[in-house]
């Protein structure tokens, strides 16, 4: 997916989040916090949020425009929470595609508008039982289904191709057999991106030793999310 395209779904996710989950819980969530507001955008990298400024009262939930691309293709989708989400808790049968994942993802965002509306959210403490507890609330309430739907409408009226087919996932054993300790790798992108060599090849990630500006600092990077370079 082009770049445009995908901050055209973007777009699209800001105007379903606004309609279909914030204008029912908006007075719910004044109650608590009177004056409050939500603004949502379209972020140039892949950094997916939400946040709230106490003094002006207002959330801000971000989709990144990488992140979207990410979303579209198996092998970069799988290594999101969203991804790991909507498979172990069921969420829309259990099947990945671009549309349940972008459609997750508002889900996800504006669940933890709610959480901090709650006052549920705590330093150290983000993905908790609370916010699983609202997330899977939105799921039993019809909420998330009807974001789906939305967004799918929206995409279609708009001549945007958002395609519903679940992925076919790749086998991790075949996925980790690509791989060999000492390998210079990157992940991330623009000035994210870090560049080292695998230490260790796990069952689902890699152990990578940064060299560059990141020097000899480890992370543990899921497969999918690797590339080779030279």
């Given amino acids: 997916m082009k770049s445009a395209q995908a901050r055209q779904v973007g777009q699209l996710m800001c105007d379903t989040t606004v309609d279909v989950l914030w204008r029912p819980a908006a007075g719910w969530v004044r109650d608590r916090t009177p004056g409050s507001f939500l603004i949502c955008r379209v972020g140039s990298g892949q950094a997916t949020y939400h946040r709230f400024d106490p003094q002006q009262q207002q959330?801000?939930?971000?989709?990144?425009?990488?992140?979207?691309?990410a979303k579209h293709q198996p092998d970069t989708a799988s290594g999101w929470l969203s991804s790991r989400e909507i498979r172990r808790r069921g969420y829309f049968g259990g099947q990945l595609s671009p549309l349940n994942l972008l459609a997750h993802t508002c889900c996800h965002e504006f669940a933890h508008l709610l959480q901090q509306s709650a006052g549920q959210r705590f330093r150290g403490s983000v993905h908790n039982r609370h916010f699983y507890?609202?997330?899977?609330?939105?799921?039993?309430?019809?909420?998330?289904?009807?974001?789906?739907?939305?967004?799918?409408?929206r995409a279609a009226g708009a001549g945007v191709a958002l395609s519903d087919v679940a992925f076919e996932l790749p086998d991790p054993v075949v996925e980790r057999s690509h791989w060999q300790v000492g390998e210079a790798v990157a992940f991330g992108s623009g000035p994210r991106e870090v560049r080292g060599n695998i230490l260790r090849v796990n069952r689902k990630t890699c152990t990578v030793r940064a060299t560059g500006h990141a020097r000899s600092a480890r992370y543990r990077v899921p497969i999918q999310m690797l590339r080779r370079v030279n």
């Fill in 59 to 69: 959330h801000l939930i971000t989709y990144g425009v990488r992140m979207i691309e």
């Fill in 133 to 153: 507890g609202i997330l899977d609330g939105l799921y039993e309430s019809g909420g998330a289904d009807a974001t789906r739907q939305a967004l799918a409408d």
